[in-house]
């Protein structure tokens, strides 16, 4: 009779890394008794520092652009092994939890060698992501799992190979997807894209996690309602890097207040130049321009109505929306995002302008489901982007939101 590998035997922390593994548990543990998870994430530290929980965010911000807010835990812990996540199931972090999605994505430690591991095979890692997902089916039946290929690693491709060959499920469930990014973030030879991986070729950059987001695309729409081309965030819209942000201006173009001055004095007076040339804009439309001097590479100007509890005002506002985001797929710009157009000195409230906005966008997105566009509402504080952030929660799902 063979032994059972080490793989397959659940024990607490093994290594040591940036973050107090133990706390970790205990804090996750706490969360379970006090909320209840509509997906879950479990992995090592690919998964846990896409959140920067308790150690880097190597995501850049797109964790909270797509989940804050809303009850989906991060399960991950830096330098984790099968037999870690084993256990962890099997102490508290997912009790009273009836979670709709897991995504698992688990085992390349198994190849990490240390002074408190000599690293497995290939056939003992793929027994252990085997058993995780057998588990998680067998406590949770009613949820789906996908379970992720492990990603290209430089130095470590011909194991990685090996064990996806062996881990991949010997026949199709209708609990159970596999998704292998193995051609997107590395190379014909899985070597992998330098673009996609922090420098130590073992974990994701943002590009590689927004490689990831539209692989689980149609899950997160199936089973939490949620579109994740959609995001929130807070800053100065003048500073991020897009293909094009969206221009709160009069309807003269000439430039003003708030973002419309923020914008020009960015963009630099090339930028009121060619505004000259395009006759003003009306309430509701859009045009554009170039960027100039921002990071982003274009600006669409939209002209907001100014707020006076008129019944054409909600209307109004939703086309500065649906006219920016129809000139941006016009121009085939992927990335666009727009300020909170009206709520500044032109008074619109702000909860109704972030259902508004929030709506629209949502909609637009339902209408273009094969659109690579993604839309980020830029909130200009922390109050802001709470408003901002609660209306899209509620408008992808009506999920319980957490603040």
């Known amino acids: 009779m063979s032994a059972i590998p080490r793989s397959c035997i659940p024990v607490p922390k093994i290594e040591n890394d940036c973050y107090d593994w133990y706390a970790r548990h205990e804090e996750k543990v706490r969360w379970a ?3 209840r998870a509509e997906a879950v994430f479990i992995g090592d530290s690919i998964t846990h520092f896409w959140s920067g929980e ?3 965010d190597c995501g850049g911000g797109l964790w909270n652009e797509l989940f804050a807010g809303r009850p989906v835990l991060n399960s991950g812990y830096g330098y984790d092994r099968t037999q870690n996540v084993l256990w962890r199931m099997e102490h508290g972090e997912f009790e009273k939890q009836e979670p709709k999605l897991f995504v698992v994505n688990i085992g390349t430690n198994q190849f990490s060698v240390s002074p408190n591991y000599d690293g497995d095979s290939p056939e003992a ?8 997902i057998r588990k998680l089916h067998e406590r949770f039946p009613r949820a789906h799992i ?3 290929a492990l990603f290209p690693r430089r130095g470590k491709q011909e194991l990685i190979d090996r064990t996806n060959a062996l881990a991949l499920p010997a026949e199709e469930a209708g609990w159970l997807s596999w998704i292998d990014l193995s051609d997107k973030l590395g190379d014909l030879r899985h070597e992998i894209r330098p673009e996609c991986y922090q420098p130590d070729g ?7 996690y927004e490689i990831w987001t539209a692989a689980l695309a149609p899950y997160l729409k199936k089973y939490l309602g949620m579109d994740p081309r959609l995001r929130v965030t807070s800053g100065d819209i003048t500073r991020m890097v897009c293909d094009v942000i969206v221009n709160a201006a009069n309807t003269s173009l000439l430039g003003g207040g708030g973002v419309d001055g923020a914008i020009h004095r960015a963009a630099g007076p090339e930028l009121l130049a060619e505004c000259l040339t395009l006759g003003g804009c009306r309430t509701g439309e859009a045009k554009i321009t170039r960027g100039y001097h921002l990071p982003a590479r274009f600006v669409i100007h939209t002209a907001g109505p100014v707020y006076a509890n008129r019944p054409r005002d909600p209307e109004l506002l939703a086309s500065c929306y649906r006219n920016s985001l129809d000139l941006a797929a016009e121009h085939h710009l992927r990335s666009i995002v727009f300020p909170a157009i009206s709520t500044g000195a032109y008074g619109y409230p702000a909860d109704a302008a972030a259902e508004i906005a929030a709506g629209t966008v949502m909609k637009w997105l339902d209408a273009h489901p094969l659109d690579p566009v993604t839309v980020t509402l830029a909130a200009y ?4 982007e709470t408003v901002l952030r609660k209306a899209v929660n509620l408008q992808k799902s009506g999920a319980d939101v957490i603040f």
């Open 33 to 35: 008794q006090i909320h």
């Open 125 to 132: 890692a793929a027994e252990g992501i085997r058993l995780v």
């Open 146 to 148: 996908v379970q992720m």
């Open 202 to 208: 073992c974990h994701l950059a943002r590009p590689g």
């Open 54 to 56: 308790s150690g880097p």
């Open 381 to 384: 504080s922390g109050e802001a």
